[in-house]
C-alpha cells in the first residue's frame, strides 16, 4: 500500500477523446508540458502496456532523468505508469472521465512507496517535498488544459 498519495483533478473544456489523444502522446509531452525536457522512447510506439521510456524533467532548476513503464493502459479513460527512484517506488494514474458531452474531468494521481531502509527513514522528509508534487501536478494540468482548450480569437 502507497505511503504517500497525492491526486487533483482539472476539468477540460474538451471530449474525453480529445484529452487522450494529448495526454496519451507519449512522446509529444516536451511539446505540451513545460517541465518536460525530454522523451526517449525505449520500446518505441505504438504505446501500451509494457511501453518503457526515459523522461527527463526540470526539477527544482535541475535536469532529472527516470525510466518509466506503463502499466496499465485503457484508452481513452486511464493510464497507470510506475518506476523506481531515490529508494521509493512510485505508481502514478492518469484518468479522464467524461463529463457531459463536452468536457473532461482530468486526474493525475501519484503514490510513493519508499521500499529502502533509507527511503523509509527519510519518510518525514518526503512529506515536505509534497507541496513541490503538488504545484509540478499542477503545472502539468494547466499545460495539458492550454493544450486542449482552443486558441482565443487573435491568438496563433
Not at 458531452?101 to 512507496?113: G, N, R, V, Y
Request: proline fraction near 6%; charged fraction near 25%.
Amino acid at each position: 500500500m502507497a505511503e504517500l498519495t497525492l491526486s487533483l483533478s482539472r476539468r477540460i473544456p474538451a471530449s474525453q477523446q480529445e484529452v487522450w489523444n494529448v495526454v496519451a502522446d507519449i512522446a509529444g509531452s516536451p511539446d505540451r508540458i513545460a517541465s518536460i525536457a525530454e522523451v526517449e522512447l525505449l520500446t518505441g510506439e505504438p504505446i501500451g502496456v509494457g511501453s518503457r521510456w526515459k523522461e527527463t524533467r526540470l526539477l527544482l532548476g535541475r535536469k532529472t532523468t527516470e525510466e518509466m513503464e506503463m502499466t496499465a493502459f485503457e484508452p481513452p479513460v486511464r493510464y497507470v505508469v510506475e518506476a523506481d527512484s531515490c529508494g521509493a517506488h512510485f505508481v502514478s494514474e492518469l484518468r479522464c472521465d467524461a463529463d457531459g458531452d463536452d468536457a473532461t474531468m482530468l486526474t493525475m494521481t501519484m503514490e510513493t512507496t519508499p521500499v529502502t531502509m533509507l527511503a523509509r527513514i527519510m519518510k518525514p522528509v518526503a512529506k515536505l517535498t509534497m507541496g513541490t508534487s503538488r504545484k509540478m501536478i499542477e503545472q502539468d494540468l494547466d499545460d495539458i488544459f492550454k493544450a486542449c482548450s482552443p486558441a482565443e480569437p487573435g491568438e496563433a
